[in-house]
């Protein structure tokens, strides 16, 4: 009798220890990222860098990409927004998979000069992270119908700013934006960095997984 019952509780200790071990790892594992939509395809473009060579959307075609707009003049948001972008630049600065963008919403004032100055405030890295500029007009139809945000590049107001949008993009290997962000917000861009680890790692997926 006293062996069932030592033997019974024993198996009840194992069971109690399983169920409490499952229900640990599962409080403490992270919760994988949902899988993104694929919302749409960016028109192709072709704009200058800081650096005065020619970054296209055909150049970037297999790396995903954070794109935001900016202008150097930028009192409101634009420092809050390279400043994040400046956190995801350090998160992936050995990673070449992984691009960043931004796009001028200011190209009268922006040129190639003002931008490099720029993207020295940020330490922005040549090669990992573009300050573009061109024509406005080839600009405005980026931002409105291939990111599909609107802006306004011709009012400026008493102190010279522009108002635009805050909406950061992520945009897979394939030119799809996948996902929209308000790049001022801190939490958003811990969510931006863990939906770009999901893309990388969806671009390997076999078929069917």
């Known amino acids: 009798m006293k062996g069932r019952v030592a033997n019974t509780l024993v198996i009840a200790v194992i069971l109690f220890l399983s169920v409490g071990g499952y229900y640990l790892l599962k409080w403490y594992m992270p919760t994988p990222p949902k899988p993104l939509p694929q919302l749409w395809s960016v028109t192709p473009f072709k704009f200058v860098s800081q650096t005065g060579d020619t970054i296209s959307s055909a150049l970037l075609k297999g790396h995903v990409y954070v794109a935001d707009f900016i202008f150097t003049n930028c009192e409101g948001t634009c420092p809050n927004l390279s400043r994040h972008f400046m956190e995801i630049q350090n998160a992936y600065k ?34 990992k992270w573009f300050f573009m500029t061109g024509a406005k007009k080839d600009l405005a139809d980026l931002f409105m119908n291939g990111f599909k945000v609107p802006v306004d590049m011709d009012h400026l107001d008493a102190k010279g700013q522009i108002t635009h949008s805050e909406k950061v993009m992520l945009v897979d290997g ?36």
């Open 174 to 209: 394939d030119g799809m934006v996948r996902k929209y962000y308000d790049g001022t917000v801190d939490n958003n861009i811990d969510s931006l960095i863990n939906n770009i680890e999901y893309l990388l790692v969806e671009k390997h997926k076999e078929p069917g997984q």
């Open 94 to 127: 050995e990673d070449t998979r992984v691009k960043l963008l931004s796009f001028s919403v200011d190209p009268d004032r922006d040129s190639i000069g003002a931008l490099k100055e720029y993207s020295k405030r940020y330490n922005a890295t040549e090669g």
